[in-house]
């Protein structure tokens, strides 16, 4: 079970910025793919952002051209940043890693991102 810490969620007010940032402590080589999953009150958790090993990104619809998902300059770190957030991005952030392919993937423990004026 890969271990992965997360922080920077926090409160802002719509338009504003938060950035996450997400670590592990496995550093003798590179995961298959790391990412940014949400889940909102009564909603399912949802897909943000994934980036590969090979720095190829994905981002749901919903974030496009707002959030940039980017890997840390120490392996296996990744970091999120959400630029002109609006209220409907409230949720629980989670970080997900999957160390190789096949493998199961891990979540980190979650971290509040709260929109609101």
């Known amino acids: 079970q890969v271990q992965l810490v997360e922080s920077g969620g926090g409160s802002v007010e719509p338009g504003g910025s938060l950035r996450l940032s997400c670590a592990s402590s496995?550093?003798?080589?590179?995961?298959?793919?790391m990412g940014w999953y949400r889940q909102a009150p009564g909603k399912e958790r949802e897909l943000v952002a994934t980036?590969?090993?090979?720095?190829?990104?994905n981002y749901a619809d919903s974030v496009k051209g707002r959030f940039t998902i980017a890997k840390g300059n120490v392996k296996n770190t990744v970091f999120l940043q959400m630029d002109s957030l609006n209220p409907e991005y409230t949720a629980v952030y989670y970080c997900?890693?999957?160390?190789?392919?096949?493998?199961?993937?891990?979540w980190g423990q979650g971290t509040q991102v709260t929109v609101s004026s």
């Open positions: 496995i550093r003798s080589y590179s995961f298959d793919i």
């Open positions: 997900y890693a999957r160390p190789w392919v096949n493998a199961a993937g891990s």
């Open positions: 980036i590969t090993s090979g720095s190829s990104t």
